[in-house]
């Protein structure tokens, strides 16, 4: 059976349909820390909680290793490297948000990865991620 999880970019979008999800939707804590960051208010903050405690009751809380942390930082780095060299080999200014968003797409590809889970994602970052990382499973939304 195939397995899946959701990029923050698809359970933000306002045009989602949490029951059109495949059977076995697995949660992931780096998409549930994006989304609780963002919170306006405490109660999506509990609500994100719940969907948390939810999917690790479950057994589908899909988390980053030490092991992942360290590939999805030598991705980072190679991707850094892409930019400079696409510059003429000066690194081009990124805000702090646009570093944090790819580490955090990094961390969310290579746990995947690691699960044989497919990301459900309309973000362009993993199509570069998946140069590094060969076999990631991406599926765009709408299916």
């Known amino acids: 059976m195939a397995k899946y999880v959701l990029d923050t970019n698809i359970v933000q979008r306002r045009a989602f349909d949490p029951d059109n999800l495949p059977t076995q939707t697995y949660a992931s804590t780096v998409v549930l820390f994006e989304l609780m960051t963002a919170c306006n208010d405490v109660k999506e903050l509990k609500a ?12 589908l809380l899909l988390s980053p ?6 590939d ?9 490297q892409e930019r ?7 690194s081009p200014k ?12 990094c961390l969310l590809a290579i746990s995947a990865y690691r699960e044989g889970v ?9 199509r570069a991620i998946k140069r ?5 499973k991406l599926q765009r939304y709408p299916f």
Do not use: C, H, P, V
């Not at 405690?53 to 479950?58: D, G, I, R, V």
């Not at 999805?72 to 850094?80: F, P, V």
């Open 94 to 105: 990124r805000t702090a948000m646009a570093k944090q968003e790819i580490a955090m797409d």
């Open 132 to 136: 590094y990382r060969k076999g990631l």
């Open 118 to 126: 497919t990301i459900i994602t309309n973000d362009k970052d993993f």
């Open 48 to 59: 994100y909680q719940q969907a948390w405690k939810q999917a690790t009751e479950s057994d």
């Open 72 to 80: 999805a930082s030598r991705i980072s780095y190679l991707l850094a």
């Open 84 to 90: 400079k060299q696409q510059a003429g080999g000066k």
């Open 65 to 70: 290793t030490e092991t992942d942390w360290l």
